[in-house]
């Protein structure tokens, strides 16, 4: 019965979910940090209401953009099954298109 008990405590605590795989851990940080992206994602400042001859709010919301593209690849790399996954295609895509306007436009980056 003895041999049994340290087994028993084991199991409980793995049913309980105190001794949680890394698997698990992992899954809730992805749910973290996707809810976190989701909120960043609708924060986002749009290109279009920029005003055009303003270079450096032009510029800033640029930057601001490509910087989140690259935290939704880092994201959907490290949480491959991430609800944000579908977007990624669409993000590297802006995230090209942005960094090119961010070129052509002698941009500097500013945000650290």
């Given amino acids: 019965m003895r041999g049994r008990r340290p087994i028993g405590l084991l199991?409980?605590?793995v049913l309980s979910g105190a001794a949680a795989s890394p698997a698990a851990a992992q899954r809730g940080d992805c749910s973290t940090?996707?809810?976190r992206i989701r909120?960043?994602?609708s924060e986002l400042p749009k290109i279009e209401v920029a005003?055009?001859?303003?270079r450096q709010i032009v510029c800033i919301t640029l930057e601001t953009n490509l910087l989140f593209a690259?935290?939704?690849a880092a994201h959907v790399k490290s949480c491959p099954r991430s609800p944000h996954a579908q977007q990624a295609?669409?993000?590297r895509q802006t995230e090209s298109d942005y960094a090119s306007k961010f070129?052509?436009?002698g941009c500097k980056p500013a945000i650290r």
Avoid at 51 to 54: A, L, R
């Fill in 103 to 105: 070129n052509e436009r």
């Fill in 39 to 41: 909120k960043a994602q």
């Fill in 70 to 72: 690259r935290r939704l």
């Fill in 51 to 54: 005003p055009p001859g303003d």
């Fill in 89 to 91: 295609a669409k993000w």
């Fill in 33 to 35: 940090d996707a809810a």
């Fill in 11 to 13: 199991a409980a605590l």
